[in-house]
């Protein structure tokens, strides 16, 4: 009786247009593989997650393999090369070592590893050699893109901010104001720095009602990419704060990332790593200071009355390293 197999192929979000990595072709090379053993092909499964990288294991795709495996469904997985389960080799062993459990064999198309102590330490040395690849290449993509903003151009990749649009000027990538969200966020800067048509100025919880009431389209309602995880027109305190925030809507859009300093043991402020780029104003400098002095007016105002006076309150902060662009 002839073993049965599943073929499974992936591209990540590291080598999306690799030569070879397409997930066709890695899909013809395992059924190739699998006919010169006369292997029987259960299934052929093909992992194409945009937002995904090389290190992730926690995938539709891979996790069928996990659990036709606990199923019993199968004998052996055919994998065109070891960095297509992950880049990372611990857990390329969690997953080898998952399917070993439940009695299924992973074989990989470019190479053979004997199940022997010099077998295991080639494959093991190919997967080093792997990751290392990965961090070269996400590394050689972090300079381009500083780079890149260095000499003008915005990078938002595919997100701009609300009020804009992307646009190529001049052979450089930049925003484009977007009138129909841009006097939305003019209402909103007005509403909170002067006050609505009875002139009180609006918290950030009563802006974001006031949306919802008028049915305003948030990013979310207009942008495919955008996690949507409201009722349409529904806006909140949080996404209206980042709105007032982003010194973005004064002109001045900054890309980086968030880092760690190891030895301080915490976040680096951004402004330290961040590039400036200019862009289409849609609010003054005036106003968007104005902004900014009242949120800490409120904040300020915030802390005078609060009800309880707690023995940590405003000494200990949570900092999570993100990306964030503004």
Known sequence: MSDRAVIYARVSGDDRGKEGRNLAGQLEMGREYVQDRAYKVVTELAEDDRGASGYEIDLPKLNQVREMAAAGEF???????????????????????????????????????????????????????????????????????????KAGHVLTHGRAPYGYRPAKVDGKCTLTVYEPEARIVRLIFQWYTEGNEDGKK???????????????????????????????????????????KRETYAGVFHYGKLHWDDERKRAINP?????????????????????????????????????YQYLLRSRVTCTIAVFMWV
Request: charged share 40%; proline share 3%; no cysteine.
């Open 75 to 149: 004998d052996v997985l055919v994998v065109r090369e070891l960095d297509r389960l992950s880049r990372n080799l611990a857990k390329q062993l969690i997953v080898e070592e998952e399917l070993r459990r439940h009695g299924v064999r992973v074989e990989y198309v470019l190479a053979e590893y004997p199940d022997t102590p010099e077998g295991n330490l080639q494959k093991h040395v190919k997967a080093v050699i792997a990751e290392y690849e990965r961090e070269k290449i996400k590394e050689r993509m972090v300079r381009g893109r500083r780079l890149k903003a």
């Open 271 to 307: 402004r330290e790593t961040w590039i400036p780029v200019k862009v289409p104003a849609i609010v003054s400098r005036e106003v968007w200071e104005a902004a900014q002095r009242q949120s800490e007016e409120n904040k300020e105002a915030s802390r005078r009355n609060v009800r």
């Open 202 to 244: 609006l918290s950030l919880v009563k802006i974001a009602d006031r949306l919802t009431e008028m049915r305003v389209p948030t990013r979310g309602d207009t942008d495919d990419q955008v996690a949507k995880r409201r009722g349409y027109g529904t806006w909140n305190r949080a996404a209206i704060g980042k709105i007032l």
